[in-house]
């Protein structure tokens, strides 16, 4: 029998909304897409779709859940490299824009990060 995986928490829905504005806004500026993302109000390159879809896998999987710091401060760095240094220099470039863009979100974020260690995942 398979183990049905509980719903994602909105904690974590958050992240991965945050994360996905910043790749848009990124892709945008840099990759030169424009028009609108079904989901998130933008259009998207091959490569910035699969850094969406590679986010979307590790925030699923993320040890910690809801209980987590922003992955900058996490203590597991579950990126592979290729991938880190990509969302590393997309949240440079995004994460300052965010508060213009989506100040909600970019509030939440900096809260987030203002956690130094994340707790365990509570069980249910």
Sequence with gaps: MEKVKPPMHPRMKREQKTVEYMIGIHCRDHHHTRGEHPTRGYKLCHECR????????????????????????????????????????????????MIWHHPLLAIGHMIDGRKKEPGPKKEK
């Design 50 to 97: 699969e850094l969406v879809e590679y986010t979307r896998f590790r925030l699923k999987n993320c040890p910690f859940q809801e209980n987590k710091t922003t992955c900058g401060n996490c203590p597991i760095h579950c990126y592979k490299p290729k991938m880190r240094e990509k969302i590393r220099n997309i949240m440079r470039y995004a994460g300052p824009r």
